[in-house]
């Protein structure tokens, strides 16, 4: 007689799973989202870029000293992606008075919702982040920025896509193309995050049998 299987549910693991195919079915399907109810854009690769550039702290080596820097920066990301003006690129260092005032009436508003700003650019980044590669190397001495090796490999996986739309494509699209070229290319796994999250309990069950 056949033992009878328990059906065992994985913490965490269906949650996981339902959160992982909402964040991509919305990267094809939605081109903004609300943080602490401002109106921002899908984080692209070029904000990346930018944010890094004019030195926010999530996108730098950075170390929060108090919850008001880390909120500026959360305010900071959030008007960069939002629809206020901005400086042009070679205004950029230069804030207008008209790039002012909006930046003071969107930093005022956010001030109010601290924990919504919080919670909202920490879902943000986390949903952003999802699908990116992690870690990795070039095979030796990196001979170029990040992008070029990430538009290289589109282009070997057969995607013809410019510069420019590689750049302003939604990452949490990107990543998904590129976790497809680079399994096409190099054969390199795509896991998810709940498979983790399975290996994990099954590793649990196994050091209590031991």
């Known amino acids: 007689m056949a033992a009878d299987l328990k059906v065992v549910e994985i913490p965490g693991f269906r949650d996981a799973c339902r959160r992982e ?15 602490a109810g401002v109106r921002v854009r899908l984080l692209t690769l070029r904000d990346t870029i930018t944010l890094e550039e004019i ?17 500026g920066h959360c305010a900071q990301l959030v008007w960069w992606v939002s629809d206020a003006p901005k400086p042009s690129p070679n205004e950029r260092r230069v804030i207008l008075p008209r790039v002012a005032y909006h930046r003071a009436r969107l930093v005022a508003h956010l001030a109010k919702r601290p924990k919504e700003l919080a919670e909202g650019v920490r879902a943000y980044l986390e949903d952003s982040f999802l699908d990116a590669p992690k870690g990795g190397g070039t095979g030796g001495q990196a001979i170029a920025a990040a992008p070029a090796y990430i538009a290289d490999t589109l282009a070997a996986g057969g995607y013809s896509l410019t510069l420019d739309e590689v750049l302003d494509m939604p990452v949490t699209r990107l990543w998904q193309l590129l976790r497809v070229a680079a399994r096409r290319v190099f054969g390199v796994p795509a896991t998810n995050y709940s498979d983790q999250i399975a290996c994990d309990y099954l590793a649990q069950l196994n050091q209590g049998r031991n």
Request: aromatic content about 18%; overall charge negative.
């Open 21 to 35: 195919a909402g964040v991509r079915r919305a990267a094809w399907c939605s081109t903004h989202t609300t943080i």
């Open 55 to 71: 030195g926010n702290g999530f996108f730098n080596p950075w170390r929060f000293d108090s919850d008001e820097e880390f909120l």
